[in-house]
């Protein structure tokens, strides 16, 4: 592929047994989004293979990010898989780098574009198997490995994937960022619980100093209290250090802009091709345009006064048992719903740096159950170690999910007109209960990709009002920009004491349908959506469902896995259409 200047120093062509150098490629798009090339000054035949290649197949820029992030050292070409043996076998290439062969098959014009269906590949490498690949699946490949962002962030075990060095330069990639437009730009920055988190911060912190920036430390604060303040304080970014549910040895770093939102992976990508170039400290700032670090002490009330502020009733009466998972809202949630007057029987509200998310919080519910009965409370309120979702426990220790929560305060702003359009947004794993039941009231759905990104923009497209995901992470517009953990629990606790029936009864407005969830281990999962037979027998069973159930089949995003899930009344037809849709992806994809 094509090969970024600012990435890489030079592309070696191994040809046979002798190493040829070239001048660096950039990369080109036109009008059409197609990758071309310039600036590629060929030596000897090797060029016109290489040449072929990338302009028959790769986006470069992909292609050099990921070779260079997860192997790299050095990049080489090598034309042929004989004389790639050889060079390896010689020691041209390294032991992090990675060797792609390239052999054009009944092709003879140098810089002629290759067919992709005239090329193989091979990878050679003392550290990965050999691998052969057509172009398409080797793009699809290396574009995922690329990436530096995920889907929340960049994500990792701390000290050893998300290490210093990368959260530092995470930090100076920001500030360089978002410093185009002021001198100085100015960035807050929260953590959840975690022992890593005060490592990361000062290390992002120094690097966003290190562009000029200065680094606002708000301490430990939740998710959605980040987003809030990014914006109220007049932030130019806002920066939280956490994984999120994930276990305490995990940590990660995600950016909102300066209205509070996640930023999208155009933006996301442009910080990380500054991360992937080298710092130029010829160019650094210094002297006293190096930035500054400032820590905030009272920044929390802002967003504890803006919570209160969207309660509609007073809570006094209510018993709470909460669940703050030894996260970023172990402080503050129980300040919280004291000061709306309920009674709070804090738990895991006692962070050591290691217990975040242990046997707590919104995925481990079992712990809250047993309290809610025991202590005889009307309720219980889980979060996840940065706050950002919500799942509840009503008054019989039953476990109430996100799809439920959504439901009893999407028609509670019905009832209050406060529902845009009567709708409400939600994803594609959805229980068809949810649908039914606002249908039943009156109300409309909508779904989406699964994700709390395209929940959230959906809602922003069409201005509406309420929308989130099983999991608990539920966005309410007129309040928040992401999911917020206490205050969907504020939003559902005064739901409650406004109707005057205990959750249980607000609950079973909704009935659950069954759902069976099946993961097939297959050799390829790419392509399955082209298969005839998959598809027929998925609309076979969705035709028999109808309104009354569901059938989604995807491609796990990190394994070879085809996931299904069969929704519907009754759990042992589930069974048996999961099964029988199983056996079709098996036979199809062996």
């Known amino acids: 592929g094509c090969l970024h200047s600012s990435l890489v120093d030079r592309v070696e062509l191994v040809s046979g047994e002798e190493v040829q150098t070239v001048d660096v490629v950039r990369i080109v798009r036109d009008e059409e989004g197609v990758s071309s090339l310039k600036g590629l000054y060929p030596c000897g035949e090797g060029a016109g293979y290489a040449g072929g290649i990338m302009s028959a197949a790769l986006d470069g820029y992909h292609v050099a990010r990921a070779i260079m992030e ?48 005239r090329l193989s590949f091979c990878f050679f490498s003392s550290t990965i198997p050999n691998l052969h690949i057509n172009a398409l699946t080797l793009g699809r490949l290396l574009q995922k490995m690329a990436r530096l962002f995920g889907t929340d962030g960049v994500r990792g075990v701390a000290n050893v994937e998300l290490t210093p060095e990368l959260a530092f330069k995470l930090g100076y990639a920001a500030a360089k960022y978002f410093g185009r437009e002021v001198s100085c730009p100015k960035i807050i920055i929260g953590r959840d619980t975690r022992r890593s988190g005060q490592m990361l911060e000062s290390a992002l912190a120094a690097g966003i100093c290190s562009a000029g920036g200065n680094a606002h430390l708000l301490g430990v604060m939740p ?75 009272d920044l929390s009330a802002l967003y504890i006064k803006h919570i209160l502020s969207t309660a509609y009733a007073k809570l006094n009466g209510l018993k709470i048992v909460m669940d703050c998972s030894n996260g970023a809202n172990s402080e503050i949630a129980p300040v919280i719903l004291r000061s709306l007057g309920a009674e709070v029987v804090a738990i895991f509200n006692e962070p050591n740096g290691i217990n975040i998310n242990n046997g707590c919080g919104s995925t481990h519910l079992e712990a809250l159950q047993k309290k809610v009965v025991e202590v005889g409370a009307h309720v219980g309120i889980a979060n996840d170690g940065d706050a950002d979702r919500c799942l509840a426990v009503d008054e019989n220790g039953e476990a109430m999910d996100g799809d439920q929560i959504m439901l009893i ?42 994700g709390d990104r395209y929940v959230l923009e959906e809602m922003l497209k069409h201005n509406y009002s309420i929308g989130g995901e099983q999991s608990g992470h539920i966005i309410f ?99 048996q259409i999961a099964n029988a849709i199983a056996d079709v992806v098996t036979k199809e994809l062996a």
């Not at 229980?431 to 779904?447: C, F, I, P, S």
């Not at 953990?485 to 069954?514: D, H």
């Not at 089949?553 to 009344?569: F, N, Q, W």
Request: with cysteine.
């Open 70 to 117: 997860r192997f790299a050292q050095s990049i080489r070409l090598p034309l042929g898989g004989a004389g790639a043996r050889r060079a390896t076998e010689r020691g041209f290439c390294s032991m992090h780098s990675i060797m792609l062969c390239i052999t054009p098959l009944r092709h003879r014009y140098a810089m002629t574009p290759l067919p992709k269906e």
């Open 223 to 297: 998710t959605p209290a980040v987003s809030f303040l990014t914006s109220e304080v007049k932030a130019n970014a806002g920066v939280v250090i956490s994984a999120s549910h994930n276990p305490f040895e995990d940590n990660g770093i995600k950016f909102f802009s300066q209205t509070g939102h996640k930023l999208p992976d155009a933006v996301e990508d442009e910080i990380a091709a500054i991360v992937a170039a080298p710092i130029d400290y010829t160019q650094a700032v210094s002297g006293s345009s190096v930035g500054q670090i400032i820590h905030e002490k």
């Open 409 to 450: 305060c999407a028609l509670e702003l019905m009832k209050r007109n406060k529902l845009h359009d009567n709708m409400l947004v939600t994803t594609v794993m959805s229980n068809v209960g949810l649908h039914q039941a606002m249908k039943a009231h009156g109300g409309k759905t909508v779904k989406t990709a699964v």
């Open 477 to 575: 517009s007129e309040f928040a920009k992401t999911g917020d953990g206490i205050l969907t629990a504020v939003q559902l606790l005064c739901a409650m004491v406004r109707n005057n029936k205990p959750l249980s009864e607000m609950g079973a407005v909704m009935t659950k349908f069954p759902q069976i969830l099946l993961n097939v281990r297959v050799k390829n999962k790419n392509g399955w959506e082209e298969k005839a037979a998959i598809q027929e027998v998925i609309k076979k069973y969705q035709d028999e469902l109808g309104e009354n159930g569901q059938i989604l089949v995807r491609a796990s995003g990190t394994e070879p896995l085809i996931r299904i899930m069969a929704e519907g009344p009754k759990q042992e037809r589930l069974e």
